[in-house]
């Protein structure tokens, strides 16, 4: 008589609840080989093996299960694991990251009491190496120079190796944070060339919108994609044309369609300190606010650039709030702020707000300082998409 799988795995939660845990290993093994394309199977396989001290085979059906179920955070969780267990921190690492990349939860989930004591062992495990992998990393690719050395002590705020505060109660960088650099909402721009440079062609930038609208808005995506993580208003502006961007370049990438149509617009742009961590700035959009939408408080991701608006068509009843300071926007007048600043903004009037947006370095920061950010930055981009399921 064949067993099947529901027999065997009866006799398995028999065995298990007797505690003959080799008789139930075999049972598990065998399952495994009934159901080759159970994720479930193959993870409790994982789990007994590694009980069992037996790494080899728990990293195989580990690795098994992330196969067929590569969505599963925990998955993830588990196999780094083991692989940490077995001396490899380099997959281990690796697979931890890629889970959190899933959710970001798996690495906290030793707070929790309402989680298993297997789930908070690993997450612990977990969270420690990520985080002091990625503190050294940074350290490594900034260097030892004394001219980087407020580089070298920036702080990645989900990955950092050890406790640290914020400066500023208001400011809150959502990725990377340079603590000893100035620190204020809304910033002077007034003696900086490059504003008015800018603020002159004002008129000529909104004629090149103007006339290349209809294409714009055929390429317009929400600047929340659907799926973004976020709380209140900004919940509902997730995968929303109410909040258009409509980019010439994004992370770095030229819209190749839309820049021909802007040439006076980018020579303007070129005279600005614009952030990059290649030859192209890293973002350059128009942002279309729609009637009634209101983009509420949040923080920026980090403090080594400004943001800069360049306000196009502004109704009345439109504003922008960075802190405690609220300030309305004069079409054609440069507004710079700190966008890891608690800010906010509202489009009150019955009309489209649209404002060109662009990033520029920190002055505070030197050309050195500017190579640094460049330098960690790229690091960490190159190890994140360098990373495989071994």
Request: charged letters at 20%; aromatic letters at 8%; proline letters at 5%.
């Amino acid at each position: 008589m064949h067993s099947t799988p529901e027999s065997v795995l009866r006799q398995f939660d028999l065995a298990f609840a007797q505690g003959a845990n080799l008789k139930a290993l075999n049972l598990l093994r065998t399952l495994c080989q009934l159901c080759p394309e159970d994720p479930e199977a193959h993870h409790k396989l994982g789990v007994m093996e590694e009980e069992f001290g037996t790494l080899g085979n728990a990293r195989r059906a580990y690795l098994r299960c992330l196969t067929l179920a590569p969505a599963v955070a925990k998955a993830y969780l588990y196999a780094g694991y083991c692989m940490q267990r077995q001396g490899d921190e380099q997959s281990a690492v690796e697979i931890y990251s890629l889970g959190a990349d899933i959710d970001e939860r798996i690495l906290t989930l030793w707070q929790s009491t309402q989680q298993s004591e297997q789930s908070r062992r690993r997450s612990a495990a977990a969270n420690r190496l990520l985080r002091e992998h990625l503190s050294a990393q940074h350290l490594k690719s900034v260097g030892s120079e004394v001219d980087c050395q407020r580089v070298a002590s920036g702080i990645w705020t989900r990955t950092h190796n050890r406790d640290y505060r914020f400066k500023n109660a208001q400011q809150m960088p959502q990725l990377f944070y340079l603590p000893d650099i100035y620190a204020r909402g809304f910033d002077d721009a007034s003696d900086w060339g490059w504003t008015q440079t800018l603020q002159t062609a004002a008129t000529e930038i909104e004629n090149e919108l103007n006339n290349a609208l209809p294409l714009i808005r055929a390429q317009g995506r929400p600047y929340l994609p659907a799926g973004s993580q976020t709380d209140g208003s900004l919940a509902a502006l997730a995968g929303s044309l109410n909040w258009t961007a409509l980019d010439l370049f994004i992370d770095g990438r030229p819209n190749s369609e839309l820049i021909p149509h802007f040439p006076k617009t980018l020579a303007a742009l070129l005279q600005a300190p614009l952030y990059g961590l290649d030859e192209n700035p890293f973002e350059v959009f128009f942002s279309l606010l729609r009637p009634g939408q209101h983009i509420s408080p949040h923080f920026g991701l980090s403090n080594h650039s400004l943001t800069v608006h360049l306000p196009l068509v502004i109704p009345e009843n439109c504003w922008l709030r960075v802190g405690e300071e609220t300030r309305q926007w004069v079409p054609g007048k440069i507004t710079v702020f700190d966008d890891t600043f608690i800010h906010e903004a509202r489009n009150e009037s019955a009309e489209e707000r649209i404002v060109l947006i662009f990033s520029i370095w920190h002055p505070d920061l030197t050309n050195a300082e500017r190579e640094a950010v460049k330098r960690a930055f790229r690091s960490r981009r190159e190890w994140l998409a360098q990373r495989r399921i071994p």
